[in-house]
C-alpha cells in the first residue's frame, strides 16, 4: 500500500513539474518543431497537420525524453554509492577546488583553461523533422 502512494506521489510530482514555469513557455515550441514537416496547405490556404507524423515525431521526442532519464537515474544511483562510500576524499577535494575557483574570481590566480570556451556546431534545420531529430530534441531536452 505504501508502495502504491509513493508511485502516485511520484506520478503527480512530475505532472506538476511539467507545468512549472520553466518548463510551459517551451512546449509550444517543442510542439511546434515537432509538427512542422506534417503541416499541409490546401489550395485554399488552410493548414492541416498530419497527425499520425505528429504522433509518432512525439513518441520518438518522449522515447529520448524517457532514456535521458533512465540514464541519469542508473548513473547518479551509482555515483551516489561511489561519493557514499568515499565521502571525505570528495569533501575535502571539493573544498580545495572552491577555494581555487574563489581565488580564480577574485583575480588572484589566472588558470588560462578557464577562460576558453567550447562550442559544438550542430546543423539544425527546423524546417525538416526527423524521428532521430525528434529523439535528440527529446534527450537533449531532458538532459539539460
Known sequence: MI??????????????????????????LYMSYLANNAKEIDKNGNITYKKKIVIIYTLFFILGLSLSFIILGLSFTSLGFFFK?????FLELGGIVI???????????????????????????????????????????SFA
Open 99 to 141: 577555494i581555487i575557483l574563489g581565488f580564480f574570481q577574485l583575480g588572484i590566480i589566472k588558470l588560462e583553461f578557464l577562460n576558453k570556451e567550447k562550442k559544438i556546431k550542430i546543423n539544425f534545420d527546423p524546417n525538416k523533422m526527423t524521428k532521430r531529430t525528434a529523439f535528440l530534441m527529446g534527450f537533449l531536452f
Open 3 to 28: 508502495e502504491l502512494i509513493q508511485i502516485i506521489a511520484i506520478f503527480l510530482e512530475g505532472i506538476i513539474s511539467f507545468f512549472s514555469p520553466c518548463v510551459i513557455p517551451l512546449i509550444p
Open 85 to 89: 562510500e568515499n565521502r571525505k576524499i
